[in-house]
């Protein structure tokens, strides 16, 4: 078990234990000091930043505890998809293509984008990378905005490493909110999107949007419904 860095408590230890393999596999050339030698103090770093980032990610504030975070999976009711009948614990289990989780105000999109990004984690065979659109600055393009992501906890990753990376398919990428981003922007965050489905058919895209978005226009990706909640549920 990893038990160096800043990794806090045993759910972040785990997780960075979780998520060494991917890491290593698809970031690994980056930690190399000679051929098939790594090293391994960067590696744990890394994957101990990693485990906190998305960790941080489950953290979320709720009309009930005012401005305190909690961990969403101390609330978390499971989503349902229209066309799925099964439980839903994975992307996986809705497809493995790219796709836009449709939902209206108050179904919980973005608690479900944050609970998939959280169980990717847990399930150790790809990293996930969580980014809420809204967060997109002027003139920037999402390969930056996703490059300074990963260079947060990898320090030696650069916006030129980003071709490489996404095209193993190691990574799985939760863009969240995509009806928040400003009408002058979505063309070119289309575009953008939809490129990388056509260089990266291995990299997984799930994108969170309310309905009659541009993006569920596109012919690249796939449209799933989130369920109404059932009543006794909204209690």
């Known amino acids: ?19 060494k393999e991917p890491v290593k596999k698809a970031f690994g050339w980056l930690f190399e000091k000679s051929k098939n030698k790594y090293d391994e103090h960067k590696l744990e770093q890394a ?23 909690i961990d969403l ?6 989503t349902r998809i229209e066309s799925i009948t ?3 614990k994975f992307v996986t289990d809705i497809g493995e293509q790219s796709m836009v989780l449709e939902g209206t105000v108050g179904q919980g999109k973005s608690i479900f984008m944050r609970y998939l990004t959280s169980q990717e984690a847990k399930k150790g065979q790809r990293i996930p990378l969580f980014y809420e659109l809204r967060r997109l600055d002027d003139n920037d393009t999402l390969t930056n905005a996703l490059s300074k992501q990963i260079n947060n906890w990898i320090n030696e990753f650069e916006v030129s490493d980003f071709d490489r990376v996404a095209k193993t398919g190691d990574l799985v ?19 953008e999107i939809e490129g990388w489905c ?19 226009r596109s012919n690249y990706l796939k449209v799933f419904k989130l ?8 209690c």
């Open 47 to 69: 994957l101990n930043n990693l485990s906190d980032k998305i960790i941080k990610v489950t953290k979320v504030k709720t009309i009930y505890k005012g401005d305190d975070s």
């Open 173 to 191: 990428i939760f863009l969240d909110g995509f009806d928040e981003v400003p009408h002058d922007k979505v063309k070119n965050l289309l575009n």
């Open 1 to 19: 078990m990893l038990l160096t860095g800043a990794v806090t408590g045993i759910a972040g230890m785990k997780l960075a234990d979780e998520l």
């Open 86 to 88: 099964t439980s839903i």
């Open 198 to 216: 056509e260089r990266y058919p291995k990299m997984q895209i799930i994108i969170s949007s309310r309905p009659e978005a541009d993006i569920q």
């Open 227 to 234: 369920s109404e909640y059932r009543f006794y549920e909204q």
């Open 73 to 78: 999976h101390e609330f978390y009711i499971p």
